[in-house]
Antibody
Framework: QVHLVEFGGGVVQPGRSLRVSCAAS????????MQWVRQAPGKGLEWVAV????????YYADSVKGRFTISRDNSKNTVSLQMNSLRAEDTAMYYC??????????????WGQGTLVTVSS | IQMTQSPSSVSASVGDRVTITCRAT??????LAWYQQKPGKAPNLLIY???SLQSGVPSRFSGSGSGTDFTLTISSLQPEDFATYYC?????????FGQGTRLEIK
C-alpha cells in the first residue's frame, strides 16, 4: 500500500527558510517522479515542483523559481522541498504526490495528507 | 498552458447527471487528469489520460476529450460526490490546474 507522509511544516517569518519533506513507502521509490503541489487557505491547487525518478531533472513554477529547491534521496525514500526567501503568499498546505506512471511524467496518485506552512511575522 | 474550468460552481441533486468542462489554451493531447477534493482532505485521482478510470473509482465517473477541450461527467450523483473537482494538464511543465469546480447539493 502506497503511503506518503509529509513533515516539516510550521510558522516561519517572511524572508526566512524552511524545509519540508515527504517519506514514501509501499512502492519502488526510485522508479517514480515526485511532485509538490500547494493550496493556499480557501484557494485552489497550485503546482509547485517536480523531480524525476533519478533526481537529475527538476522543474518549478514561476512563482517559486530561484527560491525553492526540490530534491530526493532514493536511499531513504524521501523527497524534500527547500524553501528560501519565504513570502506571505507562500502560506499554504503543501502536498507531496507520486506520479502515477513509472519513469514518465504523468498524473498524481496518491497524495500525502499535507503539511501546513504559514509565513507570518 | 492555462486551464479553465466551467462552471466554477454547480448545484445539483442526488441522481442528477453533471458535466464539468476544462479547456486548455493550447493542445495537450490526452494528457489530462481529473481530481476530486473533499474539505480538509488531499485530492484524489479520478481520471487519467483524459478518459481512463483510476482503479477503485466508481464507474459513474467518466472523462472524454482531446486536444484542448475535455469533460468530466458524473452519470448519477451520489451523496459522497459533493466536492470540488480539478482538472490538470500533464503535457508540459508546469503541470497547471484548473481553478476548480465546486459541486454543491441543491
Amino acid at each position: 500500500q502506497v503511503h506518503l507522509v509529509e513533515f516539516g511544516g510550521g510558522v516561519v517569518q517572511p524572508g526566512r527558510s524552511l524545509r519540508v519533506s515527504c517519506a514514501a513507502s509501499g512502492f519502488i521509490f526510485s522508479r517514480y517522479g515526485m511532485q509538490w503541489v500547494r493550496q493556499a487557505p480557501g484557494k485552489g491547487l497550485e503546482w509547485v515542483a517536480v523531480v524525476s525518478h533519478d533526481g537529475t531533472v527538476q522543474y518549478y513554477a514561476d512563482s517559486v523559481k530561484g527560491r525553492f529547491t526540490i530534491s530526493r534521496d532514493n536511499s531513504k525514500n524521501t523527497v524534500s522541498l527547500q524553501m528560501n526567501s519565504l513570502r506571505a503568499e507562500d502560506t499554504a498546505m503543501y502536498y507531496c504526490a507520486k506520479e502515477r506512471d513509472e519513469y514518465s511524467s504523468s498524473s498524481l496518485d496518491p497524495w500525502g495528507q499535507g503539511t501546513l506552512v504559514t509565513v507570518s511575522s | 498552458i492555462q486551464m479553465t474550468q466551467s462552471p466554477s460552481s454547480v448545484s445539483a441533486s442526488v441522481g442528477d447527471r453533471v458535466t464539468i468542462t476544462c479547456r486548455a489554451t493550447q493542445g495537450i493531447n490526452s494528457r489530462l487528469a481529473w481530481y476530486q477534493q473533499k474539505p480538509g482532505k488531499a485530492p484524489n485521482l479520478l481520471i487519467y489520460a483524459a478518459s481512463s478510470l483510476q482503479s477503485g473509482v466508481p464507474s459513474r465517473f467518466s472523462g472524454s476529450g482531446s486536444g484542448t477541450d475535455f469533460t468530466l461527467t458524473i452519470s448519477s450523483l451520489q451523496p459522497e460526490d459533493f466536492a470540488t473537482y480539478y482538472c490538470q494538464q500533464a503535457n508540459s511543465f508546469p503541470h497547471t490546474f484548473g481553478q476548480g469546480t465546486r459541486l454543491e447539493i441543491k
